[in-house]
């Protein structure tokens, strides 16, 4: 059974950085995409980064590019996404998905897979 369970959300600061993991369970992350998404009150969810099974490569939406960085640690079956000078738009609920085969994806309608979510929340 495939389980995701994300952690590392919390209240911070502008500026200040956070670590999300998405740790999976039931099936190895080297042959799952792996995507990140979040949705802020009353938004809809938004993909912000994925992680391609194929060739490790990455994307980011233009909002977060140069502050967020996801990764995996393949031995303890995890992805990450690191988050550096979070601004109070970043705010919102952080989901990860996954999904089996190749490529990369931001859609939400791709995903088979997710996870609960991890709240995050940026303010002063």
């Known amino acids: 059974q495939v389980q995701l369970v994300e952690s590392g959300g919390g209240l911070v600061q502008p500026g200040d950085s956070l670590r999300?993991?998405?740790?999976?369970?039931?099936?190895?992350?080297?042959?799952?995409?792996?995507?990140?998404?979040?949705?802020a009150p009353g938004k809809e969810r938004e993909g912000i980064s994925c992680f391609s099974s194929s060739d490790g490569s990455t994307y980011y939406i233009d909002a977060v590019k140069g502050r967020f960085t996801?990764?995996?640690d393949n031995a303890k079956n995890t992805v990450y996404l690191q988050m550096n000078s979070l601004k109070p738009e970043d705010t919102g609920v952080y989901y990860c998905a996954a999904l089996e085969g190749y490529g990369c994806y931001v859609s939400a309608s791709?995903?088979?897979?997710?996870?609960?979510?991890?709240?995050?929340?940026?303010?002063s």
């Open 70 to 72: 996801i990764s995996r």
């Open 110 to 123: 791709e995903y088979d897979d997710w996870g609960q979510g991890t709240q995050v929340t940026v303010s």
């Open 20 to 39: 999300l993991s998405c740790a999976a369970s039931g099936f190895s992350i080297p042959y799952y995409v792996i995507g990140w998404f979040r949705q």
